[in-house]
């Protein structure tokens, strides 16, 4: 039986942040004034270890987790982490996935399917090379990622997935060209609203781009119709291409808030549980699994902490929940 929040949200999903290290410094993340060279990331003795994490998991699967989802940070950067996939692979009945920001895609794809990781998701805010360098603020350039899509694809870690944060006056004019690229290439690309997460991005609501002008962009162009979701609680708004050549995805956090049917929890690198993506506060797991707590001691606390859980931040936000001092996306996952 799965765990139901206070909401009546079951508990299916989750993401689980292996470092709180990236080699990007995307300006909607982790901007470089804030996460420049004196910024103190985790010690090494403070996230969980593959044999912490692997634990973890186990019990969610066993209170209904069906998927879990691998981020950070830049999760390619923890060491070894093909290693965790294998131990994370073992797991029955588990769809087991990436968020990367695709750097290191080439070197890894391979190994990763090897490991026994079933897809990526990869981001990828501009085809121009000047944009995506001014988002991702490491002079990173845009054939470097499709490079890593590439042996994604070739590696068997498709349907290959591509997430594009909009941010007003950014990346706008880049909205198009990624459409037309994409479609051509099968792959589905998801335009996500750019968020108040954390409290550094210095976010502001005249900065994000509605989804439905996304929509009606695209459509005025290559029509769109909108598709039934391929599951309960699908974060992604489904918009398909009426000639049947593919679909894009909406994630419209800010504007249209899916709250409601969010089955969503996320593990930080250190092991704060926290039920929420704006969460200001998480659960001491790492202090559990350290301090000898057994399995059904665990098992009982994530039943508990779900059990009381009401989140809604996205349905609620406000001028006054904006200030609030929120977890950094870097830290808890996307
Ligand atoms: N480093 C990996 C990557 O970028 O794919 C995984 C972690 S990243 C935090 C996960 C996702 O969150 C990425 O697709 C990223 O673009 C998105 N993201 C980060 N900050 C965001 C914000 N302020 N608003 C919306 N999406 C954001
Ligand atoms: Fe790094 Fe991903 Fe954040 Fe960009 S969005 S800074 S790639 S963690
Ligand atoms: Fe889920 Fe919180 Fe996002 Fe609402 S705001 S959809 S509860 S993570």
């Excluded at 606390?301 to 609620?316: C, H, L, N, Q, T």
Aim: net charge neutral.
């Amino acid at each position: 039986m799965p765990l139901i929040d206070t909401l009546n949200r079951p508990l299916r999903d989750l993401r689980i942040s292996v470092t709180d290290r990236c080699n990007f410094r995307c300006v909607y993340c982790m901007p470089k004034e804030i996460f420049g060279p004196d910024y103190q990331f985790l010690h090494r003795d403070r996230i969980l270890t593959f044999e912490e994490i692997t634990r973890l998991a186990k019990i969610f699967v066993s209170h209904g987790v069906g998927k879990i989802r691998l981020t950070g940070g830049e999760p390619l950067v923890r060491k070894d982490v093909t290693g965790l996939v294998s131990m994370l692979a073992s797991i029955p009945d588990l769809d087991l996935t990436m968020t990367t920001n695709g750097s290191l895609l080439p070197k890894f794809a391979r190994p990763l399917k090897e490991a026994g990781l079933k897809r990526v998701t990869v981001s990828l805010d501009s085809l121009d090379n000047e944009i995506f360098k001014s988002m991702n603020d490491v002079d990173f350039p845009v054939e470097k990622v499709l490079e890593g899509m590439e042996a994604a694809a070739e590696a068997g870690l498709g349907p290959i997935k591509v997430n594009m944060v909009v941010k007003r006056g950014l990346n706008e004019a880049s909205i198009l060209p990624m459409a037309r690229f994409f479609r051509e290439k099968g792959y589905i690309l998801r335009f996500i609203e750019y968020m108040d997460v954390g409290h550094t991005n210095g976010w502001r609501m005249d900065d994000v781009v509605p989804s439905a002008e996304i929509v009606k962009m695209i459509d005025a162009e290559m029509p769109l119709e909108s598709a039934d979701p391929n599951y309960p609680g699908e974060v992604a708004g489904r918009w398909r291409y009426k000639d049947g050549s593919g679909e894009v995805g909406t994630i419209s956090s800010v504007t249209q808030a899916f709250c409601r049917t969010c089955n969503r929890t996320r593990i930080s690198a250190e092991g704060q549980l926290y039920t929420c993506l704006f969460a200001v506060k998480g659960h001491d797991f790492r202090a559990l699994l350290r301090g000898g707590g057994s399995d059904e001691e665990i098992s009982n606390e994530i039943a508990r902490v779900w059990g009381m859980r009401d989140d809604r931040y996205s349905e609620i936000r406000s001028e006054n929940t904006i200030a609030l001092p929120k977890v950094e996306m870097s830290h808890i996952g996307g």
